[in-house]
């Protein structure tokens, strides 16, 4: 498979602290990638920076062979990549429908007129999102009062609506209960295999990159300190001293 995401030797300063020193690492089409390491590692940083959020100092960033790197954050939307957050953005006021309405691009248009104006062939994706979601029967519900895992699957469901070629998440699973889990690795699997969509994922959570990853990055003190199977990862004497903080 060929790489749909190239980070090459990226450099990301804040003043005198470096957040991120000579990243290189490669998403391929179609792959579904981890991305681990210990609080302050530079994770969210590198995400931050491959969406547009953060000009980067050095390297270069590629997605789908197009240098991306000094695009803003709604041209490299529009080329094709989504993103989710670690803790949940839904507009809680609003019902499920709605947040995924609201989030199809739109140009002068309020969100009351994002959510009465949209096409049929919209309003009818939105739906099946929330089905492949799990969502089908909160519909009209206020997305304040979904569960915090419910709102997990409501954000990457907003995502979804951009029809993304990568998505980035960013922690899925924290603060889930155990069950709602397994809800998300199930979703995460079937947008990687239904839709095709690729897949970047910063997690924790050991298991669910087991379950889920077919390759590894872990970080440490902004740079890449392994990379391999999730197998191979656990496994990694350096990974189990700097990540799982015990020796081996």
């Known amino acids: 498979m060929t790489d749909l ?8 300063r804040f003043g005198g602290v470096v957040a991120n020193q000579g990243i290189s690492l490669a998403v391929p089409h179609g792959g579904i990638v981890g991305l681990i390491g210990p609080n302050g590692s530079g994770k969210t940083t590198l995400f931050n920076s491959i969406v547009g959020y953060h000009p980067i100092d050095a390297g270069s960033i590629a997605l789908d062979g197009r240098e991306i790197s000094r695009l803003r954050v709604p041209e490299i939307a529009r080329l094709g990549l989504a993103r989710t957050f670690q803790q949940t953005r839904v507009f809680g006021k609003m019902s499920c429908l709605q947040n995924l309405l609201v989030s199809v691009p739109h140009v002068h248009e309020g969100l009351a007129a994002m959510c009465t104006r949209q096409p049929r062939a919209v309003t009818e994706r939105a739906r099946e999102v929330l089905r492949l979601a799990g969502l089908q029967d909160h519909l009209e519900q206020r997305a304040a009062d979904l569960s915090f895992g419910q ?15 990568l998505l980035l998440l960013d922690e899925p699973t924290a603060g889930v209960n155990p069950v709602m889990i397994d809800s998300l690795i199930a979703l995460l699997r079937d947008i990687n295999a239904r839709l095709g969509i690729t897949l970047l994922v910063i997690e924790h959570n050991m298991r669910v990159m087991m379950q889920l990853a077919g390759y590894v990055y872990c970080l440490a003190h902004g ?10 990862i656990t496994a990694d004497s350096a990974v189990i001293e700097a990540y799982l903080g015990a020796q081996p």
């Open 5 to 12: 995401l190239s980070v090459r030797g990226v450099t990301k």
């Open 151 to 165: 709102q997990k699957l409501l954000e990457i469901g907003m995502a979804l609506m951009n029809e993304p070629k």
């Open 223 to 232: 740079t890449v300190l392994a990379q391999g199977s999730p197998a191979q």
